[in-house]
């Protein structure tokens, strides 16, 4: 299969349906794929070449849909740029996979010269947003009416689908691997584990598009019909408005976009209840967030989702009826219809149930490697195995719950942090002498990112000074939101710096070293 397979299904059987919503303006099926072939044909013409990566930094929006299903039909690869990075990682990430064609929208358009400074390959950029082109970019509308529509490469099976940029321990983002049956496998997998989402509804798109939590949910509603409603950017004013007009009945949402819609003023006195599925996923959710959200959103089933990136992204589900049980609801879920999942020790055997260990998951969904590394790649997936860094236990009806973090990772808001890429930007200023990086617990954002600093003696710095320092190196979510001074850092007999010691004291009062 190959995830531009149910846009022909669908202009084979309802060519006349509502496809997309963005704004005022609306596509059916026909128009939609008519604009993807025919932008297919314009990518084409570019120069672009099978297996070539095509970049997109750009809102949410109609036109960042038909980019998902443009660039496998011209039989490319897409990589989906995080909107939230640097320009500097944004740069790496498109000169790391060797992306040659860019498009960026109104929001962007402005970081495209100093993109063109820092990654030299970057041959082409396309303006796919609503105001004037900028010079020395071509226009998206423009070449979709100047090009003829050309046939679906039918790029699917193990081809590569994207590169997705996450975290990564060296201090640079790494790219994820994910092929068309990963993404496919697990977009299905889930459907065939619960109702995920309604059959023929209207479905939010308020995450964030370049994440594969959305591009996920995405080809779920693809596969069942969905309208796609979809809103540039997550705010609890524009989510309600989208409801009210649109009558959305399904969407995804990260915990911390929950909380916000919830507790809003706009959300207050708003008719939500014509959204029946929700899910969620990237980070757990508090108790006191999710009986709040569930009062709100009474007529709402929630599904919770816990997985990762590598394994496109679902791993294990939390059902509706789950949620009842206030035991249950704190765990992750049970594996999904298309995931096998264990928990095991340092040397990959499974511990008993009950027995916190690693959390490693394998099937067709899992990663096909890290882009261009091969040993981090070997050591994710040693056995045939995603080792996913997360501590947990497994009870005896098989429900996982998550307790720890055996990789050095944060989750902040939904968006993982390595302490790794935040250490090295702290580790650059002047006056600093050494430096480590945790997650503490966070009402807002459910862990936040914390900097404990050895400055050199006689110095001194502020907060503020260090997070602006770190501000031009690293995305805004990952700046450390809180910093403590200290003369010395706790370290074991072989000099490596001892987190856990430093975790203590902010996790003491809670049962899981996790949010």
């Given at each position: 299969?190959?995830?531009?397979?149910?846009?022909?299904?669908?202009?084979?059987?309802?060519?006349?349906?509502?496809?997309?919503?963005?704004?005022?303006?609306?596509?059916?099926?026909?128009?939609?794929?008519?604009?993807?072939?025919?932008?297919?044909?314009?990518?084409?013409?570019?120069?672009?070449?099978?297996?070539?990566r095509v970049g997109i930094l750009a809102?949410?929006?109609?036109?960042?849909?038909?980019?998902?299903?443009?660039?496998?039909?011209?039989?490319?690869?897409?990589?989906?740029?995080?909107?939230?990075?640097?320009?500097?990682?944004?740069?790496?990430?498109?000169?790391?996979?060797?992306?040659?064609?860019?498009?960026?929208?109104?929001?962007?358009?402005?970081?495209?010269?100093?993109?063109?400074?820092?990654?030299?390959?970057?041959?082409?950029?396309?303006?796919?947003?609503?105001?004037?082109?900028?010079?020395?970019?071509?226009?998206?509308?423009?070449?979709?009416?100047?090009?003829?529509?050309?046939?679906?490469?039918?790029?699917?099976?193990?081809?590569?689908?994207?590169?997705?940029?996450?975290?990564?321990?060296?201090?640079?983002?790494?790219?994820?691997?994910?092929?068309?049956?990963?993404?496919?496998?697990?977009?299905?997998?889930?459907?065939?584990?619960?109702?995920?989402?309604?059959?023929?509804?209207?479905?939010?798109?308020?995450?964030?598009?370049?994440?594969?939590?959305?591009?996920?949910?995405?080809?779920?509603?693809?596969?069942?019909?969905?309208?796609?409603?979809?809103?540039?950017?997550?705010?609890?004013?524009?989510?309600?408005?989208?409801?009210?007009?649109?009558?959305?009945?399904?969407?995804?949402?990260?915990?911390?976009?929950?909380?916000?819609?919830?507790?809003?003023?706009?959300?207050?006195?708003?008719?939500?209840?014509?959204?029946?599925?929700?899910?969620?996923?990237?980070?757990?959710?508090?108790?006191?967030?999710?009986?709040?959200?569930?009062?709100?959103?009474?007529?709402?089933?929630?599904?919770?989702?816990?997985?990762?990136?590598?394994?496109?992204?679902?791993?294990?589900?939390?059902?509706?009826?789950?949620?009842?049980?206030?035991?249950?609801?704190?765990?992750?879920?049970?594996?999904?219809?298309?995931?096998?999942?264990?928990?095991?020790?340092?040397?990959?055997?499974?511990?008993?149930?009950?027995?916190?260990?690693?959390?490693?998951?394998?099937?067709?969904?899992?990663?096909?490697?890290?882009?261009n590394r091969p040993e981090e790649t070997?050591?994710?997936?040693?056995?045939?195995?995603?080792?996913?860094?997360?501590?947990?236990?497994?009870?005896?009806?098989?429900?996982?719950?998550?307790?720890?973090?055996?990789?050095?990772?944060?989750?902040?808001?939904?968006?993982?942090?390595?302490?790794?890429?935040?250490?090295?930007?702290?580790?650059?200023?002047?006056?600093?002498?050494?430096?480590?990086?945790?997650?503490?617990?966070?009402?807002?954002?459910?862990?936040?990112?914390?900097?404990?600093?050895?400055?050199?003696?006689?110095?001194?710095?502020?907060?503020?000074?260090?997070?602006?320092?770190?501000?031009?190196?690293?995305?805004?979510?990952?700046?450390?939101?809180?910093?403590?001074?200290?003369?010395?850092?706790?370290?074991?007999?072989?000099?490596?710096?001892?987190?856990?010691?430093?975790?203590?004291?902010?996790?003491?009062?809670?049962?899981?070293?996790?949010?």
């Open positions: 299969m190959y995830v531009a397979q149910s846009l022909h299904r669908a202009v084979q059987q309802s060519p006349d349906r509502l496809l997309t919503i963005f704004g005022d303006r609306t596509r059916t099926v026909a128009e939609s794929a008519g604009r993807v072939a025919r932008f297919a044909g314009a990518l084409r013409a570019l120069g672009v070449q099978r297996g070539d809102l949410n929006s109609d036109r960042y849909h038909e980019f998902l299903l443009a660039v496998p039909w011209a039989d490319a690869v897409v990589n989906l740029v995080n909107i939230r990075w640097s320009r500097s990682e944004v740069a790496y990430s498109l000169v790391d996979c060797g992306t040659n064609v860019l498009l960026v929208d109104d929001m962007f358009a402005a970081a495209v010269p100093a993109l063109r400074e820092k990654a030299p390959n970057l041959a082409t950029v396309i303006f796919c947003g609503d105001g004037e082109t900028p010079d020395g970019m071509l226009n998206s509308e423009d070449l979709i009416a100047a090009h003829e529509p050309v046939e679906d490469a039918r790029r699917g099976g193990d081809d590569l689908y994207g590169v997705f940029y996450t975290g990564g321990t060296t201090g640079h983002p790494k790219g994820v691997m994910l092929s068309h049956r990963s993404m496919l496998t697990s977009a299905m997998g889930t459907l065939a584990t619960l109702d995920a989402i309604s059959r023929g509804g209207n479905l939010l798109h308020a995450a964030p598009m370049f994440h594969v939590a959305d591009v996920a949910v995405w080809i779920m509603g693809m596969l069942t019909g969905s309208t796609h409603v979809i809103v540039p950017a997550f705010t609890p004013a524009g989510v309600v408005n989208a409801i009210l007009r649109h009558r959305v009945t399904d969407a995804l949402l990260v915990p911390t976009m929950i909380q916000l819609l919830a507790d809003s003023p706009e959300a207050a006195e708003a008719d939500l209840t014509t959204v029946r599925r929700l899910i969620y996923g990237a980070s757990p959710i508090s108790e006191a967030v999710l009986q709040r959200a569930r009062r709100k959103l009474a007529n709402t089933a929630f599904t919770q989702a816990y997985g990762m990136t590598e394994v496109a992204p679902v791993a294990t589900l939390l059902t509706p009826a789950d949620h009842d049980d206030p035991v249950l609801a704190r765990s992750g879920g049970r594996a999904a219809a298309h995931s096998e999942v264990r928990i095991v020790d340092a040397e990959d055997n499974e511990v008993p149930r009950g027995v916190v260990g690693e959390i490693i998951v394998r099937g067709d969904h899992v990663m096909q490697g890290y882009w070997a050591a994710a997936l040693r056995g045939g195995w995603m080792h996913t860094g997360d501590g947990g236990y497994m009870d005896e009806r098989g429900y996982v719950f998550v307790v720890d973090r055996i990789k050095d990772m944060i989750i902040t808001g939904g968006e993982n942090v390595y302490s790794a890429e935040v250490e090295n930007a702290l580790a650059n200023h002047p006056v600093v002498q050494q430096c480590a990086v945790i997650g503490v617990p966070d009402d807002n954002w459910g862990e936040r990112v914390h900097a404990v600093v050895v400055l050199i003696p006689g110095a001194t710095v502020s907060p503020e000074e260090l997070r602006d320092f770190c501000r031009d190196r690293i995305a805004n979510y990952k700046l450390p939101r809180s910093v403590s001074f200290v003369e010395a850092l706790p370290v074991s007999g072989a000099g490596k710096i001892l987190k856990r010691e430093l975790r203590k004291q902010h996790w003491a009062d809670t049962d899981r070293a996790v949010h």
